[in-house]
């Protein structure tokens, strides 16, 4: 009968790193998460640059830009549901109209305006890359603890 000679020493390191990386995974979701934003708010004023650009009945500009501008990611954080990063309209314009009531103007539409969505077209168009950065982050985390 063949006898089976067993080195663990290998083994060891790989526990060990999968130990380490458990532990460190939900700075690692972090990470994917912080990384990954930055494309979605950057798609998401280009949308709402694209919906916005228009001029009103007397010739002069509809959007001031400052819905664009106020567009911005969260730090990543974590809730009873894991990890997310929170992309919104913030603050107000120089009027005092809060920028997310004109997110939802502008994505919703009023009696006197058009409904101009630009959320799920940002989801749509961000999706891929946004998985394959995450994708990415998580593999260079996954190599440097089980290497």
């Known amino acids: 009968m063949a006898k089976i000679r067993a080195d663990t020493g290998g083994l060891d390191a790989f526990i060990n790193g999968a130990k380490g990386l458990i532990e460190d995974i939900g700075n ?48 990543a954080k974590t809730n009873a549901y894991g ?17 997310g009531e004109k997110m939802a103007y502008l994505e919703y539409g009023t009696s006197k305006q058009a409904a101009r969505p630009t959320i799920a077209k940002t989801v749509a168009e961000t999706e891929k890359k946004v998985t394959e950065m995450m994708q990415r982050t ?3 985390n996954v190599d440097k603890y089980l290497k």
């Open 28 to 75: 690692i979701a972090d990470e994917m998460l912080n990384e990954s934003a930055p494309t979605v708010v950057d798609a998401w004023k280009k949308n709402i640059r694209a919906a916005a650009d228009r001029v009103d009945e007397h010739g002069r500009p509809y959007s001031t830009g400052a819905l664009e501008r106020s567009i911005k990611a969260t730090e």
């Open 83 to 99: 990890h997310f990063v929170a992309a919104r309209p913030t603050g107000e314009d120089a009027r005092g109209t809060r920028n």
């Open 138 to 140: 998580f593999e260079q």
